[in-house]
């Protein structure tokens, strides 16, 4: 896989001019008081489960019936706590999400290692309803509260170097049951964008779901979404995220790169090895439904492929 140069994106293409330099004052503001304030961009520490509110954005959202909570949230794949759909509920239970830190490190000016809380004080959150599709062939419709990843990569500042974006789960196999034994996945999981996917406004840091706070099985505390990319991709539980000159490894490419591509857009047309990709079953409804390139999300992401065959781009 190659990687076509484009041109740098300006911050003003990614979040309205308006709403980026809001939130700049906003976040010289608190700072400059020294004090939480007390608008909804200051939420605060919500463990799994509890409520958490934050305003639908239409504009984003998909006009689809979200699925059933107690489904979505009971049938995951979290790889750390289970090869299974089932266990990650109640295996992640104990998982410990506070404290907190990401650290945010390599190609950026402002490397920091931030604490949950603090970013759930300076990012305003907001909904949007997505689907998931997984690589199995099955899907969901979520409701998922948080942020555009891209507000927190600009506050950072990637520099000229800066292509790609990885992200890295937490590596603690006493919390993590599965990380002690044999698998697949080399441990800690990890999975990258390219640059500009990770800039996309659709591509989010999700915090929370159906009006409350991330459970664990979910990937409390925070977690990416890449709604138009196979669900392996929206990595849980994220501990690092690092700005890359070069192209990351990542853990399903590595663990078997003929089945999971780097790029993982949704893509009716290349078919798993295994299965077809052709339909899906969407959790809690009878029978299939077609998938559609990009997971539906084609007028908003196709152009980021331009001058890619997509059917090599598995
Ligand atoms: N992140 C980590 N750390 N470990 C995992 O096993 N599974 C991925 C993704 N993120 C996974 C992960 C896969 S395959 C999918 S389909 C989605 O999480 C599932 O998200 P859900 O359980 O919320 O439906």
Redesign the pocket.
Known sequence: MRYRPERPIQSEEITPREIFLNRRQFIRATAAAGIAATTGACTPARAGGEPLAAQRNARYSVREGPSNKRL?TS??????FGADKRS?AFRARGLKTRPWQIEISGAVEAPQTLEIDEILKRYPLEERVYR?R???AWS?VVPWIGFPLASLLQDMGPTSEARYVEFT?LLDPEQMPRQKGESAIEWP?VEALRLDEALHPLTMLVVGYYGQALEN???API?LIVPWK???K????IVKIRVTPKLPRTSWNDAAPHEYGFYANVNPEVDHPRWSQATERRLGKAGRIPTLPFNGYADDVAALYDGMNLKQLY
């Open positions: 979505a049938y995951n794949n979290f790889y750390e990650p998931l997984c690589v199995e969901m789960t999981y099985q979910s990937g977690r196979y669900g392996f929206s990595i849980k539980s």
